[in-house]
């Protein structure tokens, strides 16, 4: 059974560009949770999706912002990059609620 | 005061010690995680906990829900547990849930 599946795995952009990061869960599971990592925060929760409803939100400017397809997998944007948004984005599926998460590799995004 | 709080933040072991690592959170849950992230990102989900007890190889994670308190033990530690180990607490109502995590434990093991 593939796992999770984001892409790209690193990405570089300018301040004020926006970024789309990809997430394809594992076959059969229907939310999709994404978190950024950085060195100075930690783990945040960005955003839950089920089956293509966001459910859950963390506290994030609207510039953060998201969406999941029929198929379950997911994207999320950034607009108007800053500097401070250059992290590690994490998502992460599973069955729903409180099952277990298997989380991507990632992508590390650089915001220069 | 943060929500989740781990204890140590890092820990250094010789091989085959025995590792307790603790998680304390002060808000009501529906279930806690216990992940393992390894040096260039990668997350592992290792436990998910609501009550009680579980066990994995040699991996035992336990929680008390009315002390609000969880902790990850390693038995027979060894150089390939080196990683950081985050606890995660999930909390919230019905679209209001959030996955708050804590600052993570450093863990070393010397071969």
């Known amino acids: 059974k593939a796992g999770v599946t984001q892409t790209p795995r690193y990405l570089i952009k300018t301040r004020g560009q926006q970024v789309t990061l990809s997430c394809s869960p594992i076959s059969g599971h229907r939310s999709v949770s994404w978190y950024q990592q950085t060195p100075g925060q930690g783990l945040q929760f960005l955003f839950e999706y089920f089956s293509e409803t966001q459910r859950n939100k963390g506290n994030f400017p609207g510039r953060f912002s998201g969406r999941q397809f029929s198929n379950s997998r997911s994207e999320m944007n950034v607009s108007t990059l800053e500097l401070g948004d250059s992290a590690l984005y994490l998502c992460?599926?599973?069955?729903?609620?409180?099952?277990?998460?298997?989380f991507g590799a990632g992508t590390r995004l650089s915001v220069l | 005061k943060n929500e989740v709080e781990q204890s140590p933040q890092n820990l250094t072991a010789q091989e085959g010690e025995f590792i307790t690592i603790n998680c304390s959170y002060s808000?009501?849950?529906?279930?806690l995680h216990w992940l393992q992230q390894h040096p260039g990102g990668g997350i592992v989900s290792l436990f998910m906990?609501?009550?009680g007890k579980k066990k994995h190889g040699r991996l035992i994670a336990t929680i008390n829900i009315q002390e609000k308190h969880s902790s990850l033990h390693i038995t027979a530690s060894h150089p390939r547990d080196s990683a950081v180990y985050i606890c995660?607490?999930?909390?919230?109502?019905?679209?209001?849930?959030?996955?708050?995590f804590g600052t993570g434990t450093r863990l070393t093991i010397i071969p």
């Open positions: 995660a607490v999930r909390s919230g109502g019905f679209g209001n849930e959030k996955l708050t």
């Open positions: 808000v009501g849950i529906s279930a």
């Open positions: 906990l609501s009550s």
């Open positions: 992460a599926s599973s069955l729903g609620g409180t099952s277990v998460q298997y």
